[in-house]
């Protein structure tokens, strides 16, 4: 395995210099640093992240912390933050369960985006002394602790107003994990809603946010005779599963039951009928919050954080 010492005698130069050139530091000239990268690349040499973890504090690594990688939220949400950090030369660690605790304990990311109820405050809290943490699930009040959240409760709230002043009465709330920010905040919108109004809400189920737990709350719906004629999805994998159930039990949408979820994935252009839903920009937000992150591990201030663009999209899945 070719060394450092090895590349500066391929180019011809110190290994001081050599080690300026390849953490791209001042003090190189051009050709010089052309030259020492030349050389590495022809021996294969990386350098070693953990022992220029030691001498500079910094591991060039941005963590962000999810609570499962399937879904296409993640998706989107990840390629555009790699694409960000890409550009700084900054590497994307991506990490879930108990390995997180583990990266944030022991300090192996130069930042922190968090988007998992599962760590706790406290965790988050220790590793903000000294390094920065955006939470997408939370606000929680620390200098070191930025928040930029969905806004779940006001985007629910509102679509479910429409739905009252359009006729609806009978209204079901299809759930994802209880435990979840994202699913309380949705419920606490839906039953705000509804409880201005005087309406109790007809029934709850609980899935998991796939298509497949959607799939069988509809086939659930289908076995009951009082039905409701509104259910509202707390996302659209679960919405997308729920219509094919219907579908498949011969139940009319939006004629007998209408269906309306959250998120705006590109699912929902892709089922019969087009899906009704709160549509979150995810893409930008992925942007945004990654360029926040590159001031705060520069050093800058970050004086406000904003909420992704979010916006109710009628559609056939609703009258």
Not at 88 to 93: M, P
Not at 126 to 142: E, G, Q, T, W
Not at 190 to 212: M, S
Request: some cysteine; glycine content about 6%; aromatic content about 8%.
């Amino acid at each position: 395995m070719a060394t450092i010492k090895d590349v500066a005698k391929l180019a011809g130069v110190s290994i001081s210099t050599a080690s300026l050139a390849l953490n791209d530091l001042p003090n190189v000239s051009k050709k010089t640093k052309a030259k020492v990268l030349k050389a590495a690349e022809e021996l294969g040499y990386h350098p070693n992240l953990s022992a220029r973890s030691l001498k500079t504090n910094k591991t060039g690594n941005i963590g962000v912390f999810i609570y499962g990688f399937g879904g296409p939220i993640f998706s989107d949400l990840l390629e555009t933050i790699h694409m960000e950090l890409l550009k700084e030369g900054l590497n994307l660690v991506v990490s879930t369960g108990k390995s997180s605790s583990e990266l944030l304990k022991n300090r192996q990311v130069d930042g922190a985006i968090i988007f998992d109820t599962k760590i706790t405050d406290e965790e988050i809290i220790s590793f903000a002394k000294n390094k920065p943490v955006i939470v997408l699930d939370r606000n929680l009040d620390h200098p070191n602790v930025y928040s930029s959240v969905v806004k779940n409760k006001q985007m629910v709230y509102e679509l479910i107003k429409e739905m009252i002043k359009r006729g609806y009465k009978k209204f079901s709330y299809a759930s994802g994990p209880k435990r979840t920010k994202d699913n309380q905040d949705r419920y606490e919108g839906f039953l705000k809603a509804l409880d201005e109004q005087n309406i109790v809400p007809h029934l709850q189920f609980v899935g998991n946010f796939t298509i497949e737990s959607g799939y069988s709350i509809g086939e659930s719906i289908a076995k009951i005779e009082d039905k409701p004629d509104f259910i509202f999805c707390a996302n659209d994998e679960m919405a997308v599963g729920l219509i094919r159930a219907l579908k498949d039990n011969k139940i009319h949408i939006p004629q007998q039951i209408a269906v309306a979820g959250f998120d705006g994935i590109y699912l929902g252009d892709y089922i019969t009928p087009k899906l009704t839903t709160i549509k979150v920009d995810y893409l930008n937000w992925g942007v945004y919050i990654s360029q926040k992150m590159i001031l705060l591990i520069k050093g800058h201030d970050v004086y406000e954080m904003k909420e992704p663009k979010a916006e109710i999209i009628y559609k056939k899945s609703t009258q």
